[in-house]
Structure formats: structure tokens, C-alpha cells
């Protein structure tokens, strides 16, 4: 159990995010993302014609995870892969229609879930965003030397 008021609320939010990180969610497709897929889907919507080496990298995981995220979205018809015309071994992605209205679905329930935590820290002071800003950085800091 954690004592500290500070560090119980700071896992009381953590819990909620998790939570809304693993809820699946329909973003105007009929289908249901993961957030692992949903960020994929982002990523290469950012990112038209990226090849799986440099979408691994930005979504900072493994190229065989980015594969499996790769092959559901396809599945679901959400993205396509062409060959790229430099080099014909390497496969480049981009979203389809679908996987375009996933994306403005998923910056619309972004923007239903985060905008009222971006007003809430536009009415913080300029010192109290710093000194919060300071403590998380600590905080994230101590639990990657774990």
C-alpha cells in the first residue's frame, strides 16, 4: 500500500489512463482498436508510405510487434501496402479511407478525453506547471532506474 496522498493519486490517474488505454474503442468504423493498433493506424496516417522499420521505431516497439499491429490493420481494411519504388523488398504503408475515418475518430475522442486535462493545466500558474513538470520528470526518471 502507498502511503504518500501525493503517490496515491498519482496511481489513481495512472489506473485511469491504463484503463483508457485498454478499453477497445470503435472510432467510426464497426470495429473495435486496441490503443496499440488505434496508435499504429495514427502513426501511419502521419506517416503516409512509411515502411515497417521506421514505424517500429516511432511507435517504439519491436518491428515483429509492429508486424502483427500491421496485419490486423490490414485485415481490417484500415491500411494498404504498396512496394516502394526505390526498392522493391521494401513495403511501404498508408491508411485507406476507412483507416482515415478511424483517425479523425480517434482525434475527436482524443480531444473529448484530453482537452479538459489541457484546460485544467492552462489554469495553472507558470510556477505551479513548472514545479509539477519537475516532479513527474523526477518521478518518470526514478521508475526507468527500477
Known amino acids: 500500500m502507498i502511503d504518500s496522498p501525493l503517490l496515491q493519486l498519482i496511481n489513481k490517474a495512472h489506473r485511469e489512463l491504463t484503463r483508457l488505454e485498454q ?11 486496441y490503443g496499440s493498433e488505434i496508435h499504429t493506424l495514427v502513426c501511419i496516417g502521419e506517416n ?38 526505390d526498392n522493391a523488398k521494401d513495403v511501404l504503408f498508408h491508411a485507406t479511407a476507412k483507416g482515415n475515418r478511424a483517425i479523425r475518430g480517434h482525434r475527436a475522442f482524443q480531444e473529448r478525453t484530453f482537452g479538459p486535462l489541457q484546460r485544467i493545466e492552462a489554469r495553472l500558474s507558470p510556477t505551479d506547471a513548472e514545479t509539477i513538470s519537475r516532479f513527474l520528470d523526477d518521478l518518470s526518471n526514478e521508475l526507468r532506474r527500477i
Open 23 to 33: 478499453e477497445p474503442r470503435d472510432y467510426g468504423t464497426g470495429r473495435l482498436f
Open 48 to 85: 503516409p508510405h512509411i515502411n515497417l522499420t521506421t514505424l517500429a521505431g516511432k511507435l517504439e516497439v519491436s518491428k515483429s510487434a509492429a508486424s502483427k499491429f500491421v496485419k490486423k490493420l490490414m485485415a481490417a481494411e484500415c491500411i494498404e501496402k504498396t512496394k516502394s519504388p
